[in-house]
């Protein structure tokens, strides 16, 4: 084994910088090949990642935490992508449903700290289940979104599950989003039409008012102290990041030293 450190991923990072969603989705593909999944909340940036994964025909599965309490047309959004699109969706999904979690804990999502609590429990420990599968996830984060997003890496190392975390979408801009959107079929949750700018659990999101933050209707019962539910650790502090273990064999490949795909 050998140890993938942040700051190597920042110097790949920076080669990468004027690259294409494409270009970086074709690297990941051919870096990581089946230890690869997307991560989809079926936003509007997901959808865009999983149509560019379907459009250049890369066997890459998307994987979909469904916290048993999202929009209904969350989940016709995943259906329509998997039928649709030809990809392969896995949904993962919490050890307790919602009303067995009540029942044990309490309505944690009315609280600032119950949220955490929520979050991790229904978000965070499905991916969990899976860790020792993958060795890297693709994210739809952009730095066009604001927030702490704004600097959001095209690479980053996601300690909890000892992969790297990769966001193609890193610099799409506005612009090049709404063109995407212009020039292909891309399935969009309904619900970014009704005035929601970000999607995820329906016990905690609204719609937003015209010139409000993009995240103004995610937690809006707390206030502005929860925004991010955890799932992106590129979200959260990345503290004394060291590094993650993989193959030597890997760590080559991604560091560039043995590969003859060059983007
Ligand atoms: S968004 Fe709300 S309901 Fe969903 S997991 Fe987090 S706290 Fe729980």
Redesign the pocket.
Known sequence: MATLTQQQLNNLAKTFDDRTPDELLRWAFQTFGSRLAALSAMQQSGSIVAHMISRLKLDIPVLFVD?G?MFQETLETRDRIAKEYGVRVRTLSPSLTMSQQTEKYGV??LSVEG?KE??HM??VEPLLAVKGQFDAFIGSLRRADGGRRGDCPILALDMEMNTVRINPLANFTDEQLEAYLAEYPVIVNPLHHQGYSTI??N??TTPVLPGEPKRAGR?RHLGPWSQY?GINPTDVDQGSTTGIELSQDLVDRILGQKTDFMI
Request: net charge positive; with cysteine.
């Open positions: 916290t309490v944690l999502y949220q929520c979050c229904r978000k995820g659990c016990r905690c937690w539910c």
